[in-house]
T-cell receptor, first 116, second 114 residues
Framework: DAGVTQSPTHLIKTRGQHVTLRCSPI?????VSWYQQVLGQGPQFIFQ???????GRGNFPDRFSARQFPNYSSELNVNALLLGDSALYLC???????????????FGEGSWLTVV | GEDVEQSLFLSVREGDSSVINCTYT??????LYWYKQEPGAGLQLLTY?????DMKQDQRLTVLLNKKDKHLSLRIADTQTGDSAIYFC??????????????FGQGTTLQVKP
């Protein structure tokens, strides 16, 4: 079975531009979360979506937005890019939005975004 | 508040045991996780422990949880050079049980010397 897949794997954008990152969860998983990992730090929670609804939001500006589609795939959008947005963006999927019953959260390989 | 702390670096010799420590602040955390990240890669789930357990063993990995002290450790027996990576401790705070939010530490870099 395929794991969590993300695209693109690497991209370079200019300050002020917009970027869209995509994620396909593991088959059967309905919950998708997005994390930002700046070099040398641990991942920071951005959003969580379940059944196409936002279920949680981290401490990120409104320039960050996301959505989930009927097939449970998801997009993360970032507007007006800043140099500080350069990071690895990780997508995670799980069967449900909670940690109940020991369900676990699986991460994709990430999308490396460089803003110049 | 929610915070997870780890030591930044650990160096061991191949064949020795490695112990990576983590402290967390949210006493209502339901699950605690250990993830491994190799250079340039995403996060690989190693193991997790439910908050009502004290210990969990999975092959070379042993997780110990001291809920009173909010301390979590990961022991890797017979450490191999392939275990060299960054290890992240993460908690799933009960208060965010409906959001799937994980709080990560800053990661411990494990260096295994031949």
């Amino acid at each position: 079975d395929a794991g969590v897949t993300q695209s693109p794997t690497h991209l370079i954008k200019t300050r002020g531009q917009h970027v869209t990152l995509r994620c396909s969860p593991i088959s059967g998983h309905k919950s998708v979360s997005w994390y930002q990992q700046v070099l040398g730090q641990g991942p920071q929670f951005i959003f969580q979506y379940y059944e196409k609804e936002e279920r949680g939001r981290g401490n990120f500006p409104d320039r960050f937005s996301a959505r989930q589609f009927p097939n449970y795939s998801s997009e993360l959008n970032v507007n007006a890019l800043l140099l500080g947005d350069s990071a690895l963006y990780l997508c995670a999927s799980s069967p449900s939005p909670t940690g109940i019953s020991g369900n676990t959260i699986y991460f994709g390989e990430g999308s490396w975004l460089t803003v110049v | 508040g929610e915070d997870v702390e780890q030591s930044l670096f650990l160096s061991v010799r191949e064949g020795d045991s490695s112990v990576i420590n983590c402290t967390y602040t949210d006493s209502s955390s339901t699950y605690l996780y250990w993830y491994k990240q190799e250079p340039g890669a995403g996060l690989q789930l190693l193991t997790y422990i439910f908050s009502n357990m004290d210990m969990k063993q999975d092959q070379r990995l042993t997780v110990l949880l001291n809920k009173k002290d909010k301390h979590l450790s990961l022991r890797i027996a017979d450490t191999q050079t392939g275990d060299s990576a960054i290890y992240f401790c993460a908690e799933s705070p009960d208060g965010s049980g409906n959001t799937g939010k994980l709080i990560f530490g800053q990661g411990t870099t494990l260096q295994v010397k031949p």
